[in-house]
């Protein structure tokens, strides 16, 4: 059975720190894109970076870029999110996703980051 656990989330003031993980099992992940994605209240699900075969991908979004890195464990069945310099608006239910060709197929629960004083 494949799950993908996130942790890492919490509450940390703005300009704080938070490095999230997600472990996969279930099946061997190494060929797979691993991604990070968010959903704050209110708001459609937005794509935060992946880690391919070839490398990473993203983050895209200005506001993330610069701040938010992802990287993937030597295992490849980990993949971490370190997002730097939080601000509220990074204030969202994070989740990990993995995708065998173009479509993410398996989804984790999420892990919520919430960035206030």
């Known amino acids: 059975q494949v799950q993908l656990v996130e942790s890492g989330g919490g509450l940390v003031q703005p300009g704080g720190s938070l490095r999230l993980s997600c472990a996969a099992s279930?099946?061997?992940?190494?060929?797979?894109?691993m991604g990070w994605f968010r959903q704050a209240p209110g708001k459609e699900r937005e794509f935060v970076a992946a880690s391919t075969r070839f490398g990473t991908r993203g983050p895209y979004a200005d506001s993330m870029k610069g701040r938010f890195t992802i990287s993937r464990g030597n295992a490849k069945n980990t993949v971490y999110l370190q997002m730097n310099s939080l601000r509220p608006e990074d204030t969202a239910l994070y989740y990990c996703a993995a995708a065998r060709d173009s479509e993410y197929e398996f989804w984790g629960q999420g892990t919520q980051v919430t960035v206030s004083s």
């Open positions: 279930g099946r061997t992940f190494s060929s797979y894109t």
